[in-house]
């Protein structure tokens, strides 16, 4: 299958190893991976500040760039979540825009959904010793629904050892401008998840999001702890 | 007056005790109300339903108050129609007034606390007692309520028993919840005895028939409902329903959702007036105060479904840390955040759709499926709209738009930002970032990689 790789702005960024692990995983699966360098960002930061405009431009964008691929896979049920579910009423009152939107938004994926719930894979082949505890970010577990696939995903890599989190389905506190906005209260949900995470005594703390993971991987690096955030694409690249 | 809610939430996120108090009670109310709806396999239906149910209330709520007027007139009851807080507030004083009493009883009504009834009503020289045990505590304690549902969450029981021990004068009191309770009783029951006029508020009003419901726990309210003269109920207009048969969805919904209960111990029903049996004298104040102005935003008009069972505070991060007077509003949590800056209109409450981290818990959770995030968003759209704020930050996202609106300028400023960032990286990481102090206050953050990705692709 040929698929183009939505490396979102952020992880092509900050965070360009999730990107490049799911270049690799892909890849050792045999498919085809394309990136396409005109693409930027979907716009979720702008619509969800309230910048509507912007937003809607940089759905356009999107749209123009992505329109014709067969399969788009991005490590980010955040942004996967903004395209599927908030592009429809971005561009309503745009006919032709709303037309484009509903043919390309079944063809946006997020990446488990795209192992597990498209391909039909949980073992990916992927080898990585280590204690992981999994954080199911909020836009992955009730926006895109993703369910179990990344615990099973998890689950099938072999010599990885899963602990559960404790109160693992609570937002970490990021949400994007929220985490500047109101940077007091975030960081007091912070607070509350690291510890859990800790607790957990996991070398890693992995997740579908690398937003949420830039998020608690901030505060755990501050804080001195010894465990470490990798993306869920990371993990499953791995394969020493 | 109003702080905001980024400097609301300081005084709360800075006090140990109260954020002990707020995560205890709320995870307490949480596991019980899993657990109740996880009894229902049909609890999806029942949500599509009272979802249903409020919407078609929403779609012809003109025909149906003037329905409701009609049945309760036809019932012996009085209605009255206010167009604000401050009409109501007027209505209500007047009617107390006219029976000559100078003492009134309340059974909880989030309606009144939103028109300031009380206040209105105690500077016309009228005693006004909260019976709701919950509201009688933050009475004796001059506080707002903090919870729709437990406006006195943010205190404990060590707390309680302390202002029991001051304000009722019962110095020996200990911190039993039996003995605390039985305090209560007693400080009531004389008044409820000797009151003449009760005032109310409503979970539901029957379209149909005319018929007020309210639901408790405590059986201040069929006291109130039942022994006095008077009874002056107060009613959003949003709290109607089409038929008593929808009242079998929601009153299943409702205490499941809000307390984690089958059934909660009290339902009252009442119907106008019987000769012999309760009031002589009942009065319906139908309150608008903005509800036609939330009515007419196609998808801000869902917060008027709300049937304050308050399950979204109680899983909401952000409600859980803060606590509800961060909120600076009767309604708190994430419902509170799209229902009072919609009430009060542009410019009074623009902080609170900002308070959310967007997380989505509410919506799930919420009895009648209203999209709380989907209104967050959609009044972030609004204020940024209609009175553009934050100079600064608007200067910024149209910066950055500018920059994601082309891949040249975005690889442009990838390596503007790494040049930039470079002498504040220790180790991998930013410690600290001038004008990204919010962040970095707290938590490290990643600078720009060595290689962005696109780098690493064309190298491929």
């Known amino acids: 299958m040929k698929i183009s790789l939505f490396v979102t702005c952020l992880s092509d960024t900050v965070a360009p190893e999730a990107g490049r692990a799911v270049v690799r995983v892909l890849e050792r699966l045999g498919h085809t991976v394309e990136f396409r360098p005109e693409q930027t960002c979907c716009g979720q930061l702008h619509l969800n500040t309230g910048y509507r405009r912007e937003a809607r431009q940089l759905a356009r964008r999107f749209v123009r760039v992505f329109g014709d691929a067969e399969v788009v896979v991005a490590p980010s049920a955040s942004c996967v979540g903004t395209v599927r579910e908030l592009y429809p009423s971005l561009a309503q009152g745009d006919a032709a825009f709303e037309r484009q939107v509903d043919a390309l938004v079944p063809r946006v994926v997020e990446l488990s959904q795209l192992l597990v719930g498209r391909l039909g894979l949980e073992d990916v082949g992927a080898s990585f010793p280590h204690r992981v505890t999994y954080h199911p970010t909020c836009h992955s577990l009730r926006v895109l629904n993703v369910g179990d696939a990344p615990l099973r995903l998890l689950r099938a890599v072999r010599g990885l050892e899963l602990v559960d989190l404790r109160d693992a389905t609570e937002c970490c506190g990021f949400g994007g401008t929220f985490a500047v906005k109101n940077a007091e209260t975030s960081a007091a949900i912070l607070a509350d998840k690291v510890r859990s995470i800790v607790d957990t005594d996991a070398e890693i703390c992995t997740a579908a999001d690398s937003s949420c993971l830039l998020h608690i991987g901030g505060a755990l690096s501050r804080g001195g702890c010894a465990v470490r955030t990798a993306h869920l694409a990371e993990i499953l690249a791995a394969d020493a | ?460």
Not at chain 2, 233 to 254: S, Y
Not at chain 2, 261 to 288: A, C, I, K, Q
Not at chain 2, 304 to 312: D, K, T, V
Not at chain 2, 428 to 438: K, N, S, T
Request: charged share 25%.
């Open chain 2, 1 to 460: 007056m109003r702080k905001g809610f980024p400097a609301a939430a300081q005084d709360a996120l800075g006090d140990a005790q109260l954020r002990r108090n707020l995560l205890v009670a709320t995870h307490a109310i949480r596991a019980k109300r899993l657990a109740a709806v996880g009894e229902r396999p049909d609890w999806e239906e029942l949500r599509e339903a009272g979802r249903t149910i409020k919407r078609r209330v929403l779609r012809h709520l003109d025909a149906y108050l003037i329905q409701f007027e009609q049945a309760v007139e036809r019932a012996g009851g009085h209605v009255h129609w206010a167009r604000d807080g401050e009409e109501a507030c007027r209505v209500v004083q007047g009617l107390v007034t006219a029976t000559g009493q100078h003492e009134v009883v309340k059974v909880k009504s989030l309606t009144t606390d939103e028109i300031q009834l009380n206040e209105t009503l105690a500077a016309a020289g009228i005693d006004v007692l909260e019976t709701d045990l919950a509201e009688l505590i933050c009475q004796l304690a001059g506080e707002e309520s903090s919870h729709i549902l437990v406006p006195a969450i943010h205190k404990n029981r060590i707390e309680i028993r302390d202002l029991f021990r001051r304000e009722l004068a019962l110095p020996h009191l200990s911190e039993e919840p039996r003995e605390l309770a039985e305090a209560a009783r007693l400080h009531l029951r004389e008044r409820f005895l000797r009151a003449r006029v009760a005032i109310s508020g409503a979970n539901f009003a029957v379209a149909e028939t005319g018929t007020i419901c309210i639901v408790e726990s405590e059986g201040n309210g069929r006291f109130c409902t039942t022994l006095p003269d008077t009874l002056i109920t107060i009613l959003g207009i949003e709290k109607l329903v089409p038929t008593p048969e929808d009242l079998e969805v929601l009153l299943q919904l409702l205490p499941r959702s809000s307390t984690g209960e089958r059934m909660n111990p009290y339902t009252s029903l009442w119907t106008g007036v019987t000769p012999g049996d309760g009031p002589r004298e009942f009065h319906v104040v139908l309150l608008d105060a903005g509800r036609t102005d939330v009515l007419a935003d196609e998808v801000g008009r869902q917060a008027l479904a709300c049937i304050r069972c308050s399950a979204c505070l109680n899983v909401c991060p952000v409600y859980t840390r803060t606590g509800g007077h961060a909120y600076e509003s009767v309604y708190p949590g994430p419902i509170g955040a799209i229902l009072t800056p919609q009430l009060q209109g542009p410019g009074r409450a623009d902080s609170l759709p900002y308070a959310s981290s967007l997380c989505g818990a509410c919506y799930e959770v919420c009895p009648v499926k209203i999209d709380i995030p989907e209104v967050l968003v959609h009044l972030r759209g609004r204020i940024v709209a209609e009175a553009p704020p934050w100079r600064a930050e608007r200067a910024a996202m149209s910066a950055l738009a500018w920059v994601f609106g082309s891949e040249r300028r975005l690889g442009r400023a990838q390596r503007l930002g790494r040049l930039v960032g470079r002498p504040f990286v220790r180790r991998g990481r930013i410690r600290q970032l001038p004008g990204l102090r919010a962040w970095t206050d707290t938590r490290d953050l990643r600078p720009v990689a060595s290689q962005t990705f696109r780098e690493w692709w064309a190298s491929r």
